[in-house]
């Protein structure tokens, strides 16, 4: 069984900066890679970045990549969703999610989702 559950979200201004929190608690879960999606009122889920639970290669999303990063603990059981320089358009509900093998950026190929922690930024 895995369990994820995500924290940190809030009501910012645009400029603003938020880091977010994944837990994962996890039996025999293993070679596992982290994404972390968000998805806005009448949109789909989107890919923001992912990366494995070694810390290798953490990807993003063009759209955040020069303001997002993703990093993890020691003992690889809370992944960081760190947000800079926090638009408008970021506005959504953020989701962790994990599953066995490479990072990807489709959603429907995460076999755990957190329940997910919204995130708003005002003008």
């Known amino acids: 069984q895995v369990q994820l559950v995500e924290s940190g979200g809030g009501l910012v201004q645009a400029g603003a900066s938020l880091t977010l929190s994944c837990v994962v608690s996890?039996?025999?879960?293993?070679?596992?890679?982290m994404g972390w999606f968000r998805q806005a009122p009448g949109k789909e889920r989107e890919f923001v970045g992912g990366?494995?639970?070694?810390?290798?290669?953490?990807n993003y999303a063009d759209s955040v990549k020069d303001r997002f990063t993703i990093s993890r603990n020691s003992a690889g059981n809370t992944v960081y969703l760190q947000m800079n320089s926090l638009k408008p358009e970021d506005t959504a509900v953020y989701y962790c999610?994990?599953?066995?093998?490479?990072?990807?950026?489709?959603?429907?190929?995460?076999?755990?989702w957190g329940q997910g922690t919204q995130v708003t930024v005002s003008s």
């Open positions: 999610a994990a599953r066995p093998g490479l990072v990807v950026i489709t959603s429907t190929a995460y076999n755990y």
């Open positions: 996890a039996r025999s879960f293993s070679s596992e890679v």
């Open positions: 990366i494995t639970w070694s810390g290798a290669g953490p």
